[in-house]
């Protein structure tokens, strides 16, 4: 196993990026964590979310890799000594504030990962806060339609500003692609857009940044973990043994990555009678149970199958209203997310 010594050794080369000496000599290197195959970092830089950042991370990794590190986990804080940035966007406003980035992750498609997206953004919002949702499912982009979008984002000059639905900014892939049509990218060019969603859009002022990830554990998903090394995460499954089992793998790479799982919501938890008011378990139960052990977090909520009421004159086929049944568990997620990261 590589010693301490040797990882310094293998990091004095590279610099940080805004004080222009080594990470060593800049004592940037503030936590080394060593196992079987495995370094984890702390990494103390001049101003956090940015291209240099990206970049420093992609030169860290690529050393200890090329030294025979099989994985690297890596985190980064604001240097004491330097002032805070915007965590997202370029926005010149003279007041900057700390952003909670919130992944939206599960292990397979269909268990309803942006419904949950969709859905805690706009309780987030109802709740007072201001909200960025990016849709990074980048091959399976559904955002805009399932809020109701028609619009697309405004451009002044280099500027791109966000759609904003429901108190909720939103940008996604469907806004740059023609309708409905497929996206034959590969990884180099999928990363470069998630970076852009990041860096190239004026989000402004942000308390929370939400990102429906692409389900399970492929090059995008990877990609958003290693931008946002400090973002928490919710992971969706189902009630289906299958499903949560399934789902321990993102949860297992949000761990690997040094993620903060906020917990678990089990979508399609039972069917409720509105003549009855019995519930029915149509797939079953104790998926999220197991799930939850597993990862050692907690459910913050049960969804259960419904469909939102829809409305011509403020159509959104898929958001809550607040004073429904679905809309309040909805609420009463947003609650708890914001206590956990707040308290």
């Known amino acids: 196993m590589m010693s301490e010594e040797q990882v310094l050794e293998i990091l004095k080369p590279i610099q940080e990026p805004f004080l222009h000496k080594s990470i060593v000599d800049a004592d940037s290197v503030k936590e080394i964590r060593l196992k ?9 830089i001049a101003q956090m979310n940015t291209p240099e950042q990206m970049q420093l991370q992609h030169e860290i990794v690529n050393a200890l890799k090329s030294a025979g590190v099989e994985s690297v986990g890596l985190r ?25 980035f919130i992944s939206v992750a599960s292990g397979k498609g269909g268990v309803g ?16 806060k201001k909200v960025g949702l990016i849709d990074a499912d980048i091959y399976g982009f559904s955002v805009p339609d399932m809020m109701g979008i028609a619009e697309r984002p405004k451009v002044a000059g280099e500027q791109i500003f966000p759609v904003e639905r429901f108190g909720v900014k939103v940008i996604s892939m469907a806004f740059f692609v023609e309708e409905n049509a497929p996206v034959i990218w590969r990884g180099p060019m999928l990363g470069k857009m998630l970076t852009n969603f990041f860096n190239d859009i004026e989000w402004g002022d942000l308390d929370y940044m ?9 090059d995008v998903a990877l990609d958003v973990h290693k931008m946002l090394p400090q973002s928490k995460e919710i992971i969706v499954t189902t009630p289906h043994p299958t499903a949560a089992f399934v789902a321990a793998r993102a949860g297992a790479m949000a761990l690997k990555t040094d993620h903060d799982i906020l917990g678990v919501v089990e979508n399609m938890a039972y069917f409720e009678s509105k003549k009855t008011g019995e519930k029915e378990y149509v797939f079953g139960q104790g998926g999220a149970d197991k799930l ?20 011509e004159d403020d159509f959104a086929p898929s958001v809550y209203l607040e004073d429904s049944q679905i809309g309040k568990i909805y609420g009463d997620i947003a609650k708890k997310v914001i206590e956990k990261v707040e308290q």
């Open 36 to 44: 079987e195959n495995y370094v984890s970092l702390k990494i103390a």
């Open 76 to 100: 980064f804080e604001q240097r004491q000594d330097s002032p805070k940035q915007n965590p997202v966007g370029n926005s010149n406003t003279s007041t900057k504030k700390e952003t909670t």
């Open 113 to 128: 990962k942006s419904t949950v997206s969709v859905n805690l953004a706009t309780s987030l919002a109802r709740e007072g």
């Open 210 to 218: 939400i990102l429906d990830l692409p389900p399970g554990t492929g």
């Open 292 to 311: 939850t052990e597993e990862l050692q977090t907690e459910v913050l909520g049960r969804i259960p199958l419904g469909q939102p009421e829809m409305r």
